[in-house]
Structures are given as structure tokens and as C-alpha cells.
């Protein structure tokens, strides 16, 4: 299953990818004319599971491109989804899969205080860098080269962390673009720490100016 999601950039007719995640244990049993019903409070089916847990995952970090921590809200609520649906027996729920990717460790990653970094520099990079680009292209750009450098406090204790991955899945094509082109600023520092924290997107990394 791939989630997408996106949200638009104030004065202009541009949408900023905020998550592009692909879900690996996602299976559903499906029955023909069969409703959907969601309770917040019971598992129902995977398929309802699956769908409203992401959806709150989408809210909250959508939220949180606009306020500080924004999401908090939403993201108990998707971490309540999880602890109920643990016990469906399906896949993707728990942290006992052999698999640090999943939807445990990502509601669990996104609420730690450890990886607060993260969603610190979601509002960082939306709301106080592309959204003022239309009327301050240099300063947006500054800012969003601040909020990478505040992502990468999380690699001085886990490099390589999911949300870290999380960011860049979604973000590493549109930070070439941020930088390829208009207003110059330095980006020295900004490439030493792509490159640090993200090497896997390293030959993007060398068409930043």
C-alpha cells in the first residue's frame, strides 16, 4: 500500500509532498457489499484499521506543518487504532515482526520526545520556509536549510532513523529543486549534512548550488 500525502504552499499553485510511504504488511479480508464501519474503540477489519490509522497519520503531520506539534491529537488517536488492532492477529501492528518499519514504529516514533526533531522541522521547512517563499524567496530558502539542520539532531543517536527516512522519501527531490535554482545562499553546510544524514540520496545531493 503506498500513502501519499500533500498540502499547499501559501500564495502560489504548489503542493509540498509530506509523506510517501509504501506499507509492506497490509492485508485485508474483503467481502463483497460488506460495510466499512469505523469505531474508534473496537476493531472492526483490517482494511477500516489500516485506512483510518493513516488517515490520522496524515491529519496530524498536516497539522503540523502549520503549528508547532500540531498533530498531537491525531496521532494518540492512530496510536489507539495500533494498540487495539494489535490483537487481529494481522501483520504491521506490532513491534514483534522482525521489522522496525512498520505501523508500530512509526506512531510510536512520530509521539517519542526523542524524535520531537522531526516534526519540529515539518513546521520549520512549511510554514516558516516555503510559506513565506512567494514574497521572500532567500529567507524561505534559509529557513528550510535551518529546518534540515534541525532534523539532523536525530542522527547523533539514531542515525538512519525512520522518520529520518520518512522525510527524505517524500522531501529529497523537491530540497534539489529548493536550492537548483533562484536566490543563492550557502549551501555548504546544508550539502555536509544531506550527505551525512541522507547518503543514500547523495548524487541528488551534488545538483544543490
Not at 542522527?155 to 535554482?181: H, M, Y
Request: neutral net charge; aromatic residues 12%; hydrophobic residues 40%.
Amino acid at each position: 500500500m503506498q500513502i501519499q500525502s500533500s498540502r499547499p504552499i501559501y500564495n502560489s499553485n504548489y503542493t509540498s509532498p509530506i509523506l510517501n510511504l509504501n506499507d509492506k504488511d497490509f492485508a485485508f479480508r474483503f467481502l463483497e457489499f460488506e460495510q466499512l464501519i469505523y469505531d474508534q474503540n473496537s476493531f472492526t477489519s483490517n482494511l477500516v484499521s489500516v485506512l483510518a490509522y493513516y488517515a490520522h497519520i496524515i491529519i496530524a503531520l498536516d497539522k503540523d506543518t502549520y503549528s508547532a506539534m500540531g498533530g498531537n491529537e491525531n496521532l494518540k488517536v492512530a496510536a489507539n487504532i495500533m494498540n487495539i488492532a494489535q490483537s487481529s492477529g494481522y501483520g504491521g501492528w506490532t513491534q514483534n515482526e522482525g521489522n522496525n518499519t512498520n505501523r508500530y514504529f512509526l506512531i510510536t516514533d512520530l509521539l517519542s520526545n526523542t524524535y520531537s526533531a522531526y516534526r519540529s522541522a515539518l513546521f520549520e521547512y512549511h510554514f516558516q520556509g516555503l510559506d513565506i517563499m512567494a514574497d521572500d524567496a532567500k529567507a524561505g530558502k534559509e529557513k528550510v536549510s535551518q529546518s534540515i539542520a534541525t532534523l539532523s539532531e536525530i542522527q547523533s543517536f539514531r542515525p538512519n532513523a525512520l522518520v529520518t527516512r520518512t522525510f527524505f522519501d517524500a522531501k529529497a527531490d523537491e530540497i534539489v529543486s529548493i536550492f537548483a535554482g533562484g536566490p543563492q545562499i550557502d549551501t555548504k553546510k546544508l550539502i555536509a549534512i544531506l550527505n551525512r544524514i541522507s547518503p543514500l540520496n547523495s548524487q541528488k545531493w551534488n545538483n544543490i548550488r
